[in-house]
């Protein structure tokens, strides 16, 4: 579990954010993108946040699309 001190968000001048980022230890932690359904979350938008925070694992946290729109879940 982790407190609101290890709880942060990342947003470049020009836009480009990350929804929630967990600093674990200094500089290396998770971060994850919050979209309503998989088809939103496009990993080629958050090179800028890959390339700064190299030691940071981002994932994907959404609502599955299913064919018949029976199942909903969150993909980590």
């Known amino acids: 579990m ?3 001190d ?6 470049t001048a020009d836009g480009n954010e990350v929804d929630f980022v967990v600093e674990e230890q200094l500089n290396k932690g998770l971060a994850y ?3 309503y359904n998989d088809v939103q979350f496009k ?3 958050y090179k800028k946040f890959l390339e ?3 030691d940071f ?3 994907c946290v959404c609502k599955l ?5 029976s199942i909903e ?3 980590l």
């Open 33 to 35: 993108e919050v979209k």
């Open 57 to 59: 694992n981002l994932a």
């Open 43 to 45: 990993p080629n938008k």
């Open 73 to 75: 879940a969150i993909r």
């Open 6 to 11: 290890h709880l942060h968000f990342w947003r």
């Open 65 to 69: 699309i299913t064919k018949d729109d």
């Open 52 to 54: 700064a925070y190299s």
């Open 2 to 4: 982790y407190d609101a």
